[in-house]
Nanobody, 120 residues
Framework: QVQLVESGGGLVQPGGSLRLSCAAS????????IEWYRQAPGQQRELVAS??????FVADSVKGRFTISRDVAKNTGYLQMTSLKPEDTAVYYC???????????????WGQGTQVTVSS
């Protein structure tokens, strides 16, 4: 029904920037919520930022450096990452809750993940 495709990861030097995208396609009425998680090797997946309705959450570890946003017309969510640090290295995943019709039916799923490596 719905598919999430992530893009934008890569290798960047400390202090650099990347923008991750999470594009939804398929049966979409509206995107209700979008979340970005990350998982470093040997660590649990952690929530980095979320956008639910009009509410924004940003983890303390990335506050002031990462910004979450979405483009309603493109059904795409974004995570703008600046001042990247080596400890930001992880696989980043998006999760979205999508309304698939006008009566409130929803779909929840994950993107495939994208690797972000911060290294000199």
């Amino acid at each position: 029904q719905v598919q999430l495709v992530e893009s934008g990861g890569g290798l960047v030097q400390p202090g650099g920037s990347l923008r991750l995208s999470c594009a939804a396609s398929g049966r979409i009425f509206s995107i209700y919520a979008i979340e970005w998680y990350r998982q470093a090797p040997g660590q649990q997946r952690e929530l980095v930022a979320s956008l639910t309705g009009g509410r924004i959450f940003v983890a303390d570890s990335v506050k002031g450096r990462f910004t979450i946003s979405r483009d309603v017309a493109k059904n795409t969510g974004y995570l703008q990452m600046t001042s990247l640090k080596p400890e930001d290295t992880a696989v980043y995943y998006c999760n979205a809750e999508i309304r698939i019709d006008s009566i409130g039916s929803t779909w929840n799923g994950w993107g495939q993940g994208t690797q972000v490596t911060v290294s000199s």
